[in-house]
Every structure is written in C-alpha cells, then in structure tokens.
C-alpha cells in the first residue's frame, strides 16, 4: 500500500514538472519579439535577428520533443515496473550487492543513450549544422561517445561501489562518510578538472607569446592575480560558439580561453572577459559555489540516510525486494522538488555573482569593451534578446545582456 502510494506521489512529482516546464518553454517561445531593445540594436541586424529567433524556436520546438520523449518513457517505466524488472533480470548474473549495482547502472546508461542518440545525432548534424554551429564530424562524435563511457564508467563505477560500500558498512550513519568522500571528490575534480579530464576530449595549449599573452601579463600583475596557467582550448573542433572559463584553486588555478573566442574578439575584449572570470576569484564565488554545492550534498546525503533501507522504495520500481540502488533511485525522485527549489536558488546566486564578476572587470579594467565583447558573444551564439523573466528567473545562470549593460551603464554614471 506505502509503496503504492509513494509511486502516486513520484508520477505526480514528474507529471508537474512536467506541465511546468512545458509551459515555461511556450511562454518564453511565444515572448520573442521583432523589436530589438535599443541598447541591443547594434548586436543583430535585421537578418542575423531573424536568424537568431528562427534558432531558438526551432531549439525550443526540438526541446519539446525531447523533454515530451522522455517524460513518456519515464512514466511507462515507471507505470509498468521497468526499473525494477531489469533489475530483477540483472540478478541471474550477480547478487553482489556491488556488483549488481554497477551492472543496473552501466546497462541502464548504455540503454538511454542508444535510445536517445537519434536525438543527439539530430541536434548536432541537423540544427546545430543549419545554424553554422556545428563543426564536429562523425569521427569526432564517436570518439567523444567512447571517451565519455569509459569517463562515466570508471569515475561513475567508483562513486557508486564507494557509496554502497560505506552504505553497508557503517548503516544509517554512513551519510557522514559518504559525504567526506564525495565532498574529496568534488574537491579533486574542481582542482585537476582542466588537467585530467579536459584533455581526454580536447587539445589544450599555453597561450602563446605576443601582444595578448602581454596584455593579460600586466592585468594580472596590475589587479595581483598570480596566473601561471593560462591555456587555449580548441573548441572550434566542436562549435563555432565561443566561451571562456576559471577552473581550479590556489596554484592550480587555470583559465581557459576557446581559440573561437580569439579568433572573433578585440585584444582589449579578451582582456575585459579575462578581468571578468578573475572577479569571480577575487570575489571568492569560485569557493562559494564549491561550499554551498559540498552542503547540498550533504543534506541530500542525510535525508537519504532516512530511507537508504526502506523495502517500499525499491518495490515502488517494480523491485522483488530491497536494493541501496534502487532505493537512491527512488529517493532522488522524491528529492527533484528539492532539488529544483535549491536549483532555482543557486541560480539567483549566480546572477548576482555575475553583476559582482563585471563591477570587477569594470573598476580594474573598463565597460566598454566587456559590453563589446558580450554583444559579439551574443550575436555570435544567436542568443535571445527578449527571454521573458520567468524563464530567466528559474533557468539563467547568467543576467540576460540588456540587464548586464544596464548595470554596468549604471555604475558608470
């Protein structure tokens, strides 16, 4: 019966979101205006703006696709005992409770990205191709699903046998170990991300001696930000879109510069995005961002440990009997609220990180050519203009660009 209606409670928990998202998405589709803002109207002419809102929509309807794929999927696995049926199946080939995790886990993955590749396929070679996005070939996106199976499965494989472990072992207390050993985990990967991981699926190489490299030298110095690592990705092998990222702490900070962000901006732009990723540093959001995600864990963690040996949460997926894995499955299902709810907080912190990160690049460098630099990043990803508020409010990491120029107009006056 508990388990019954704890299945009730998860369908309606997905069917709501669902809803919600959905309607999200259509408003902020239908919000697209053929009015450029003023202070925009230098970012697009007339038929890169076409251009731009024939992108999104054409995103926006994609996206409707999938998220409506895999909403039905996860109700039918879930209506029909799905998750619990392959788990069963999985135990004629171990009962290990280890072993049968990593066995559920690696197949269940493999299963969602054979069913889901045809998407992929599309959304890169077909919309991402249409717009001159695209530059990855067949090769390249092969090489990239290999890559990212033995990723998933060893980091993944290592995860899941550590929880599971320390799960039996200590029993309902072991959520303070499992979150020392997450939380070192996460503190690893924020350190030596860019050095272990990004060079498995991209090229990455000082930058080279010239005006900019000089340029940045005498910033940094300027500012006193010791940088050491300042490295070029070669992410025109994949996209056309430009980015820019900080990765790492103490001394093994580094910053990460897309060779297209090079190739398309001024050197005083490339200095002003440099000053803006160093705001963040200064500003300690790097640190901030690590603290506050290491105790989201450790809630989620502890809330676990409550129903980590609950029989009803493992039959709920159609399971014969209990299982951790199962259990967490279920659990996280539950949790997706939670989730969504802290989500939406982070969101609004990072917002207000990225307002504190330009005020930076502003007062140790200059406006104009940040403000120059977003609109060419802008143009160049066919961004939205005009998203509507709400779907700022609960999706955008970032202010939009009208918002950023308006701030950083309005502590210059």
């Known amino acids: 019966m508990f388990a019954s209606s704890l299945l009730v409670i998860i369908l309606s928990i997905i069917i709501v979101e669902f809803i919600l998202d959905f309607i999200v998405e259509f408003i902020n589709w239908k919000h697209q205006t053929d009015v450029i803002p003023a202070k925009l109207a230098d970012v697009y002419d007339a038929e890169k703006y076409a251009k731009s809102q024939a992108y999104q929509a054409e995103q926006t309807k994609f996206g409707f696709l ?230 989201q864990t450790g809630i989620m963690l502890f809330l676990f440990s409550f129903f980590a040996f609950n029989a009803d949460l493992s039959t709920t997926l159609g399971a014969d009997k209990s299982y951790i894995h199962l259990n967490l499955m279920t659990f996280g299902l539950l949790y997706s609220p939670i989730s969504t709810f802290l989500g939406i907080f982070m969101m609004l912190l990072s917002r207000k990180n990225e307002y504190e990160a330009d005020d930076f690049a502003k007062n140790t460098f200059a406006a104009a050519p940040l403000i120059s630099a977003l609109k060419k990043l802008s143009a160049n990803n066919l961004s939205n203009l005009t998203p509507h508020p709400l779907y700022v409010f609960l999706h955008y990491s970032h202010p939009t660009l009208l918002q950023r120029i308006e701030n950083m107009e309005k502590n210059n006056s």
Not at 86 to 102: D, K, R
Not at 150 to 179: D, E, H, K, N, R
């Open 66 to 295: 999938t998220s409506s794929f895999s909403f039905i999927l996860s109700l039918l696995m879930l209506v029909f005992g799905g998750f619990g049926a392959l788990n069963n199946y999985l135990t004629q080939f171990s009962n290990h409770p280890i072993v049968l995790a990593l066995l559920f886990s690696a197949v269940l993955f493999i299963i969602n990205d054979i069913i889901t590749l045809p998407f992929a396929l599309y959304g890169t070679f077909v919309i991402e191709e249409k717009y001159g996005f695209n530059k990855m070939t067949i090769k390249t996106f092969v090489l990239d699903k290999i890559k990212g199976y033995g990723l998933t499965f060893v980091l993944g494989g290592i995860i899941i046998s550590a929880l599971l472990y320390t799960v039996m072992w200590l029993g309902p207390q072991f959520w303070i170990a499992a979150w020392v050993l997450i939380s070192v985990f996460i503190l690893f990967i924020n350190m030596f991300y860019t050095t272990l991981i990004v060079p498995i699926f991209n090229k990455l190489e000082p930058l080279e001696d010239g005006n900019l490299k000089s340029a940045i030298t005498n910033y940094c110095q300027k500012v006193n930000f010791s940088l050491d690592n300042l490295f070029v990705i070669d992410g025109s092998k994949r996209s056309a879109k430009a980015n820019a990222y900080f990765s790492g702490l103490g001394p093994k900070k580094k910053v990460v510069l897309y060779d297209t962000l090079i190739k398309d901006h001024t050197e005083d732009e490339l200095v002003a995005v440099l000053a803006h990723e160093v705001g963040h540093y200064k500003r300690k959001h790097i640190i901030q961002t690590l603290i506050i995600g290491i105790l």
